[in-house]
């Protein structure tokens, strides 16, 4: 029994062989390293944050005129999004430098898993390409109402490697990039606000346009929003049996609906005012394209 005890088994002799000082002074010296490395990408983060939102707020300030607030959102949304994941990419390469890990024989060695690697990227490259091509084409901006596939909502963002669509019910789409092949796009360039008042065979029609007119006269100059002359077109059959009065209103896609609740209520207001008495059916305004 003695002599086993003075006998250290193979396995403390094992233990003893390392170099204990040396190993622990290694892994303080690589978590400093991880630590002062992820506080500089931190602080460079914020920095190019910082120039990024500050460049886009001077542009939007000068070219207000010349390019729409959903654009501007869109680009800056993607220039973010490009300026972080560079920042991941080069953190992850420094990181794993930093603990000792030879990326590119890893790579070059790791068989199936750079198969695996080669497909995701493969599909990364896709998004990425498909993302710049629906920028660079304007298919869609932030705020638009679009149809992706069988996702109706608004555009909410425009990444790299997804879109986010905010559908009707209030849930959040994520659509990979590649996935985008056709758009329905209800809000590009001009919109109409297109509004219908049913009226009787009886009413008299003059007085109605002649109202709305007025109504055109005093409000549109004053509206933000709307970009032309409204198109008071008359009467129009509905297709039910009934008649209404039609008219288009050319709006920014950003006004449009409140364009369209506005003149809505200013209209049926100054009818009723004027001694008009409207059919009891619903009064259908709808929004369609220009």
Do not use: C
């Not at 990181?95 to 080669?118: D, N």
């Amino acid at each position: 029994m003695l002599a086993q005890a003075d006998n250290p088994s193979v396995f403390t002799k094992y233990l003893e062989g390392f170099k204990w000082d040396e190993i622990l002074r290694n892994i303080t010296d690589i978590v400093i390293d991880l630590v002062l490395i992820s506080i500089f990408f931190l602080i460079i983060r914020a920095v190019g944050k910082a120039i990024i939102n500050r460049l886009f707020s001077n542009y939007a300030h000068k070219e207000k005129s010349n390019i729409s607030s959903n654009r501007m959102k869109t680009l800056h949304s993607l220039s973010m999004n490009a300026y972080i994941y560079m920042l991941v990419f080069f953190w992850i390469y420094s990181a794993l430098t930093i603990i000792g890990v030879p990326i590119g024989t890893l790579l070059a060695g790791a068989g199936l898993f750079s198969v695996a690697i080669g497909l995701g990227a493969q599909g990364l490259a896709s998004d990425i390409i498909n993302g710049f091509f629906i920028l660079f084409e304007k298919q869609i901006n932030i705020g638009d109402y679009v149809t992706i596939g069988d996702v109706t909502g608004t555009v909410s963002e425009l990444g790299l490697r997804t879109t986010k669509i905010r559908s009707n019910n209030d849930a959040l789409n994520f659509i990979p990039n590649r996935n985008i092949t056709s758009i329905s796009n209800m809000s590009k360039e001009r919109m109409k606000a297109e509004i219908n008042i049913r009226v009787n065979p009886d009413t008299p029609i003059t007085k109605v346009i002649n109202v709305m007119k007025d109504i055109n006269k005093e409000y549109v100059p004053k509206t933000k929003g709307i970009i032309d002359d409204p198109q008071l077109l008359g009467t129009v059959d509905m297709g039910d049996g009934t008649i209404a009065v039609k008219e288009y209103i050319p709006t920014t896609d950003e006004t449009r609906f409140d364009v369209q609740f506005e003149f809505l209520q200013l209209y049926l207001e100054a009818i009723k005012a004027a001694g008009i008495t409207l059919p009891n059916n619903k009064v259908i305004s709808d929004i369609s394209k220009g």
